[in-house]
């Protein structure tokens, strides 16, 4: 049932495939023989559904850069995020999400050789927010208060971490990774703080350049022109979201690919996420500098030391 569907997805015999497909398939299976994945996992992996196909190989992967954690016992099995790992004696809990390229060029998706193509941004940012909002709001509930919120139904308490985990892997460019943004801090620090393109201020009399920075971007335009908020950090509702782990794994890596990761941390979160915990090649903090808060990279030696 599982290879049909990965000879799909990664058809045909040549050896750098025949690679991606076996890591893959490794992945799923121990991940299934674990005991961690859903009990409908199998089914939707194989429903002939892009999304669903792409969202289980996404959990799969994850749990296989989390080996070696411990994975905490749930109240109810299947119920809630979808991975449970321990930090001590508190909870840390993870919720995966593999965005659909929705609105993203073709063209940027399935480049052709010796073809220039326009970095779309915006549209990879657009599902970069949406899926980390969505995220966020099944943690915290929805403003229409339709769906009950992990929160409100119990199954994450108010003391645990939770984690949103956005493998961004379907929003890349053919082969090449997509994890950085305009700014070229990660789509998932753009979408949670405003930040924008790196700019410089000239003057005009003299034509030297008096400032420079980053642009305050609180939003972003969807495909309707609507303003779309893109400071999900700053907003104390949300301040029960720990961090995003921002990923970009599609299997790659066997055949020597990269498959960046990067984790940003909420600097208001009421359960932070200790800086080290999960496994990425960088990390993010937005640390307070007077008035202002200042994105930028940290590393567990650094934050140990002060």
């Known amino acids: 049932m599982i290879l049909p569907q990965l000879e799909k997805h990664f058809p045909g015999n040549h050896p750098r495939t025949i690679a991606v497909r076996e890591h893959i398939y490794k992945a799923v299976v121990e991940f299934v023989d674990s005991g961690l994945a859903d009990p409908k996992f199998v089914r939707e992996l194989t429903s002939n559904s ?85 995220k966020s709001e099944r943690l915290v509930g929805s403003d229409d208060g339709i769906r ?46 405003p930040v924008g393109p ?19 971007r609180p939003f972003v335009l969807n495909q309707n022109r609507a303003k779309v908020p893109a400071l999900l950090f700053l907003d104390p509702r949300f301040n029960a979201v720990s961090a995003i782990w921002a990923l970009d794994f599609n299997g790659g890596s066997a055949i020597g690919n990269s498959e960046p990761s990067a984790v940003v941390h909420n600097p208001n979160a009421l359960n932070p996420l200790p800086i ?8 993010y903090a937005a640390i307070p500098k007077g008035n202002e808060l200042v994105l930028s990279t940290v590393s567990a030696s650094a934050a140990n030391t002060g």
């Not at 190989?57 to 070696?68: F, T």
């Not at 050789?113 to 909002?133: D, N, Q, V, Y």
């Not at 080290?276 to 990390?283: C, H, V, Y």
């Open 50 to 134: 892009d999304q669903k196909f792409w969202a289980c190989v996404s959990e799969a992967l994850i749990a296989a850069r989390l080996r070696g954690k411990q994975f905490g016992k749930r109240k109810t099995i299947g119920a809630g995020p979808d991975f449970l790992v321990m930090d001590g004696s508190r909870k840390v809990w993870i919720e995966v999400i593999c965005p659909e390229p929705i609105n993203v060029p073709s063209d940027w998706l399935n480049p052709k050789s010796g073809e220039t193509i326009t970095f779309p941004h915006e549209a990879i940012l657009l599902r970069w927010a949406s899926a980390i909002k969505a």
């Open 148 to 193: 009950a919120s992990y929160l409100k139904s119990g199954v994450v308490d108010p003391e645990d971490a939770y984690v949103i985990a956005v493998n961004g892997c379907r929003l890349r460019s053919g082969p090449f990774p997509a994890l950085l943004g305009i700014s070229q801090f990660p789509f998932a620090a753009e979408a949670v703080f």
């Open 198 to 216: 790196y700019q410089l201020r000239i003057d005009r009399d003299t034509l030297k350049v008096v400032d420079r920075g980053h642009q305050h």
């Open 276 to 283: 080290g915990f999960l496994p990425a090649d960088k990390e």
